[in-house]
């Protein structure tokens, strides 16, 4: 069996990159971008030129929108209904477009984004405006081509006698290509282009005196001058489009915020939804109730405030997160010789005005010739006239029609065309056909004939015309801006005080990382101690703060999270709080709290102190902790742990004090004491440098910040179950990184270790042996001794084992 001739054989690659490339090409010439001379995408097109040539145009009456869909998928558009039917109605909205091309008699959708209804309920006819992107189309004045079925001719583009595509704007998405056009005045756009006729080489700035930028159907405000000229030199930019909002007084001390326009293609819907939701999430506090009053008068949107609320801050809050305030995205790109190009203003004017160039050229052809036609006919006529009996004798004894004919041009050298009018002339009108008249008809056409060629050989004349048209459409249809336009785009800043119902609250940190605030009836309703906590967990923070206050929560592994307190889950007392790895990732699985601070304000002048377990001490300022952008999931590092079972012991955030020093105590009962101003005050990422110089398995229980000067008592716990207390001074001041003095008396059997210490002035501490008794004890019932004592034993270490931990009693900070 041999090949067939006409099958190929082709690569899936070949194949697809082919065809992609062709639907591509389709979709952008025949689809989605509009043409950059009459602004229209070819559904548009085919809509417009069907209605006008079924005459559905403004002047006569309204028609069923499913007759005209019917026709226009028949003889133009072989595609679905329904997107026809799409396209026709939004030509039909007028808070989409700038000047609607169709009038829609029944609902025809809403900026609630609501469907319209079917076409077989609704009405359309052409609007007025449609008429002048039509006009002249009977004149040969545009390419026409075959349709789908070669069975009629559609035209490529509309004459348009104004720049449509600036007037309405476009909107598409193509393949590979977006367009985003903004809509603009009509009689600003037709102004700019009259001065770009007459100054080819406008600059930018000299245009945007008549096309300062946009003008929205839907009105708001614009701000960004600077981006409107940067998208109108380069075809793209990016403004600010927000709402007209005004905020009125109440009575009873309230108020209200009260929106009139909102952004172009903005749902109202979906916002008012929006603005409700953040009322019902408390997202703000202060806002009572969201209204939509919208009716036939126009657009109105209510929110209403509770008393004494931030008004101005509650609006900055629905700008930054809603669309009541959007980003506008310039993106103009529209097909210029069969290709789709990035435009600005200049390259739209520009192609705007050579093709009106050639409607009118194309125009003043087919009326030359027609006049030129009907003048040759008239002076036939005349002459006729003038030798009226001598021409219906020969008429008389002529055979036929044609003999008629041929002796009229033979005998009075009329042409063919001049004898067919007056054989064809009916008997009546020898009566009126009064031969001044003619005569005015005649003079008519010769000064018409004149002022044609007079357009087709002199571009100045053209561009008058132009020009004279223009200023009619405009004449006729201009409207005032609706859209105002700033120069500059307000950055919007939103104080924390409108997002935070300010309330006094009790925060509660534990160990093992729960937090959570609790109202002060709650916990009025409690007592302190039935605080709810798991299992061996022990509470490390608890105090009276605000809800505009703050928190860093520092972890052993020197993680610094930040937490603004009306973030914190607002939990009854009762309850044991939100563990802090539901949101922060990747802490540890051994990992716990360390230290708490609350404030106020970042305070420059403080500085925290780092001490890790392994000798290492660094400073870094409050500053370097301020909100960062996500904090919500990712802790800053505080300090640089250098090894895996490294971890910070202690951490202290200070105003700089000459005076102060550094107190270190090792596990092997070494202590040290050095000025704090030994230590460098380096950036958060930093590992520090070194505290003590440490023994090999060494390792510091815990460091302290003294004075320099005075008496700060120490309590110390060893493992054995003794307790101790001296004073910190009594260890004299060296220098950093020294391998320190003992502070216990070393035994060769069962020495001491140390595995608590800190300040011995107030804190009840909590001892628990290995066997689990527990003992709390006050530090202050014991006498301060010297450096060289191992103090008393508080348990048994014979009955119960070595003590495992120490737990101190939390201080309940409350305001003074």
Same mark, same amino acid.
């Given at each position: 069996?041999?090949?067939?001739?006409?099958?190929?054989?082709?690569?899936?690659?070949?194949?697809?990159?082919?065809?992609? &490339?062709?639907?591509?090409?389709?979709?952008?010439?025949?689809?989605?971008?509009?043409?950059?001379? $009459?602004?229209?995408?070819?559904?548009?097109?085919?809509?417009?030129?069907?209605?006008?040539?079924?005459?559905?145009?403004?002047?006569?009456?309204?028609?069923?929108?499913?007759?005209?869909?019917?026709?226009?998928?028949?003889?133009?558009?072989?595609?679905?209904?329904?997107?026809?039917?799409?396209?026709?109605?939004?030509?039909?909205?007028?808070?989409?477009?700038?000047?609607?091309?169709?009038?829609?008699?029944?609902?025809?959708?809403?900026?609630?984004?609501?469907?319209?209804?079917?076409?077989?309920?609704?009405?359309?006819?052409?609007?007025?405006?449609?008429?002048?992107?039509?006009?002249?189309?009977?004149?040969?004045?545009?390419?026409?081509?075959?349709?789908?079925?070669?069975?009629?001719?559609?035209?490529?583009?509309?004459?348009?006698?104004?720049?449509?595509?600036?007037?309405?704007?476009?909107?598409?998405?193509?393949?590979?290509?977006?367009?985003?056009?903004?809509?603009?005045?009509?009689?600003?756009?037709?102004?700019?282009?009259?001065?770009?006729? %007459?100054?080819?080489?406008?600059?930018?700035?000299?245009?945007?005196?008549?096309?300062?930028?946009?003008?929205?159907?839907?009105?708001?405000?614009?701000?960004?001058?600077?981006?409107?000229?940067?998208?109108?030199?380069?075809?793209?930019?990016?403004?600010?489009?927000?709402?007209?909002?005004?905020?009125?007084?109440?009575?009873?001390?309230?108020?209200?915020?009260?929106?009139?326009?909102?952004?172009?293609?903005?749902?109202?819907?979906?916002?008012?939804?929006?603005?409700?939701?953040?009322?019902?999430?408390?997202?703000?506090?202060?806002?009572?109730?969201?209204?939509?009053?919208? %009716?036939?008068?126009?657009?109105? #949107?209510?929110?209403?405030?509770?008393?004494?609320?931030?008004?101005?801050?509650?609006?900055?809050?629905?700008?930054?997160?809603?669309?009541?305030?959007?980003?506008?995205?310039?993106?103009?790109?529209?097909?210029?010789?069969?290709?789709?190009?990035?435009? &600005?203003?200049?390259?739209?004017?520009?192609?705007?005005?050579?093709?009106?160039?050639?409607?009118?050229?194309?125009?003043?052809?087919?009326?030359?010739?027609?006049?030129?036609?009907?003048?040759?006919?008239?002076?036939?006529?005349?002459?006729?006239?003038?030798?009226?009996?001598?021409?219906?004798?020969?008429?008389?004894?002529?055979? $036929?029609?044609?003999?008629?004919?041929?002796?009229?041009?033979?005998?009075?050298?009329?042409?063919?065309? +001049?004898?067919?009018?007056?054989?064809?002339?009916?008997?009546?009108?020898?009566?009126?056909?009064?031969?001044?008249?003619?005569?005015?008809?005649?003079?008519?056409?010769?000064?018409?004939?004149?002022?044609?060629?007079?357009?087709?050989?002199?571009?100045?004349?053209?561009?008058?015309?132009?020009?004279?048209?223009?200023?009619?459409?405009?004449?006729?249809?201009?409207?005032?801006?609706?859209?105002?336009?700033?120069?500059?785009?307000?950055?919007?800043?939103?104080?924390?005080?409108?997002?935070?119902?300010?309330?006094?609250?009790?925060?509660?940190?534990?160990?093992?990382?729960?937090?959570?605030?609790?109202?002060?009836?709650?916990?009025?309703?409690?007592?302190?101690?039935?605080?709810?906590?798991?299992? &061996?967990?022990?509470?490390?923070?608890?105090?009276?703060?605000?809800?505009?206050?703050?928190?860093?929560?520092?972890?052993?592994?020197?993680?610094? #999270?930040?937490?603004?307190?009306?973030?914190?889950?607002?939990?009854?007392?009762?309850?044991?709080?939100?563990? #802090?790895?539901?949101?922060?990732?990747?802490?540890?699985?051994?990992?716990?709290?360390?230290?708490?601070?609350?404030?106020?304000?970042?305070?420059?002048?403080?500085?925290?102190?780092?001490?890790?377990?392994?000798?290492?001490?660094?400073?870094?300022?409050?500053?370097?902790?301020?909100?960062?952008?996500?904090?919500?999931?990712?802790?800053?590092?505080?300090?640089?742990?250098?090894?895996?079972?490294?971890?910070?012991?202690?951490?202290?955030?200070?105003?700089?004090?000459?005076?102060? $020093?550094?107190?270190?105590?090792?596990?092997?009962?070494?202590?040290?004491?050095?000025?704090?101003?030994?230590?460098?005050?380096?950036?958060?990422?930093?590992?520090?440098?070194?505290?003590?110089?440490?023994?090999?398995?060494?390792?510091?229980?815990?460091?302290?910040?003294?004075?320099?000067?005075?008496?700060?008592?120490?309590?110390?716990?060893?493992?054995?179950?003794?307790?101790?207390?001296?004073?910190?001074?009594?260890?004299?001041?060296?220098?950093?990184?020294?391998?320190?003095?003992?502070?216990?008396?070393?035994?060769?059997?069962?020495?001491?270790?140390?595995?608590?210490?800190?300040?011995?002035?107030?804190?009840?501490?909590?001892?628990?042996? +290995?066997?689990?008794?527990?003992?709390?004890?006050?530090?202050?019932?014991?006498? #301060?001794?010297?450096?060289?004592?191992?103090?008393?034993?508080?348990?048994?270490?014979?009955?119960?084992?070595?003590?495992?931990?120490?737990?101190?009693?939390?201080?309940?900070?409350?305001?003074?």
């Amino acid at each position: 069996m041999e090949e067939r001739q006409e099958v190929q054989e082709l690569t899936l690659e070949e194949v697809m990159g082919d065809r992609f &490339g062709r639907y591509s090409k389709y979709i952008i010439q025949e689809r989605a971008l509009p043409d950059i001379r $009459d602004g229209l995408k070819p559904v548009q097109r085919r809509i417009l030129y069907a209605m006008n040539k079924d005459g559905n145009t403004f002047d006569k009456g309204f028609r069923k929108s499913a007759k005209s869909v019917g026709n226009i998928m028949g003889n133009y558009h072989p595609h679905g209904d329904s997107s026809i039917y799409e396209a026709m109605v939004r030509m039909s909205q007028d808070w989409k477009l700038r000047e609607v091309l169709i009038e829609m008699h029944g609902n025809n959708g809403s900026m609630d984004g609501d469907p319209p209804a079917a076409m077989r309920y609704t009405e359309a006819r052409l609007s007025k405006l449609s008429g002048e992107m039509l006009a002249d189309i009977e004149k040969d004045t545009v390419d026409l081509v075959w349709n789908f079925d070669d069975t009629e001719k559609e035209p490529t583009v509309l004459p348009a006698r104004y720049p449509n595509l600036l007037v309405n704007g476009s909107t598409g998405i193509s393949a590979g290509y977006a367009t985003e056009i903004p809509t603009h005045n009509l009689a600003e756009v037709i102004d700019g282009t009259i001065y770009m006729i %007459d100054h080819p080489q406008a600059s930018l700035d000299k245009l945007m005196e008549y096309i300062p930028g946009p003008d929205f159907p839907t009105g708001g405000i614009l701000q960004g001058k600077a981006e409107i000229k940067k998208a109108y030199e380069t075809g793209r930019g990016k403004v600010i489009l927000r709402s007209k909002t005004s905020i009125e007084a109440l009575k009873g001390n309230k108020q209200q915020i009260v929106i009139t326009e909102i952004p172009y293609e903005v749902n109202k819907a979906t916002l008012v939804k929006k603005m409700d939701e953040i009322r019902l999430n408390k997202k703000v506090d202060g806002i009572a109730e969201v209204r939509d009053e919208s %009716d036939r008068t126009g657009l109105q #949107i209510v929110v209403e405030l509770k008393k004494d609320a931030n008004a101005q801050g509650i609006l900055n809050y629905l700008y930054k997160n809603t669309e009541l305030q959007i980003n506008y995205n310039f993106n103009m790109v529209a097909i210029d010789h069969m290709t789709p190009h990035q435009v &600005g203003l200049k390259d739209i004017l520009s192609s705007y005005i050579e093709h009106r160039k050639q409607v009118i050229t194309k125009r003043s052809q087919f009326d030359l010739a027609k006049a030129q036609k009907r003048q040759h006919i008239v002076e036939g006529l005349i002459k006729a006239l003038s030798i009226l009996d001598e021409v219906i004798a020969v008429i008389r004894e002529s055979k $036929d029609k044609k003999d008629a004919k041929l002796n009229l041009v033979a005998m009075f050298q009329f042409t063919e065309e +001049q004898a067919e009018a007056i054989v064809t002339l009916q008997l009546y009108r020898l009566t009126n056909t009064d031969i001044t008249e003619l005569r005015r008809e005649s003079d008519e056409l010769i000064a018409q004939i004149t002022e044609l060629n007079k357009i087709l050989s002199n571009d100045k004349e053209l561009f008058s015309v132009m020009k004279k048209e223009l200023r009619e459409v405009k004449k006729k249809y201009a409207s005032s801006r609706l859209t105002k336009i700033e120069d500059e785009i307000e950055e919007i800043k939103i104080d924390t005080q409108v997002l935070v119902a300010q309330e006094d609250v009790i925060v509660s940190v534990t160990r093992e990382g729960y937090v959570k605030r609790t109202s002060l009836r709650s916990y009025s309703a409690s007592k302190p101690e039935e605080i709810g906590m798991r299992e &061996g967990d022990y509470l490390l923070y608890s105090g009276e703060l605000n809800t505009l206050d703050h928190l860093l929560l520092i972890t052993n592994k020197a993680n610094v #999270i930040y937490r603004p307190i009306h973030e914190l889950p607002d939990l009854k007392w009762k309850d044991a709080g939100e563990h #802090i790895s539901q949101t922060i990732l990747n802490l540890s699985v051994d990992e716990s709290i360390l230290a708490v601070f609350p404030y106020q304000k970042i305070d420059p002048e403080k500085t925290f102190v780092f001490m890790s377990k392994n000798g290492l001490i660094k400073q870094t300022r409050m500053t370097e902790f301020e909100p960062w952008r996500t904090y919500k999931s990712r802790p800053l590092s505080g300090m640089k742990l250098k090894k895996a079972e490294d971890e910070l012991v202690a951490v202290y955030l200070e105003k700089e004090q000459p005076d102060l $020093d550094v107190f270190l105590v090792s596990n092997q009962g070494m202590g040290l004491r050095f000025p704090l101003t030994d230590v460098p005050v380096v950036g958060s990422k930093a590992a520090g440098v070194k505290s003590m110089n440490l023994k090999e398995k060494d390792t510091i229980v815990n460091g302290l910040l003294v004075l320099a000067e005075g008496d700060t008592p120490i309590v110390i716990v060893t493992q054995r179950g003794a307790v101790k207390r001296m004073l910190a001074q009594e260890i004299s001041q060296t220098s950093r990184a020294n391998r320190g003095v003992a502070v216990l008396r070393e035994l060769k059997k069962q020495p001491h270790r140390v595995i608590y210490m800190s300040e011995g002035r107030t804190k009840e501490i909590t001892l628990m042996n +290995q066997k689990g008794d527990q003992l709390t004890i006050d530090p202050t019932d014991y006498p #301060i001794g010297d450096r060289t004592t191992n103090g008393s034993f508080v348990l048994d270490e014979k009955k119960g084992g070595e003590i495992q931990m120490v737990i101190e009693s939390p201080q309940m900070e409350l305001d003074e």
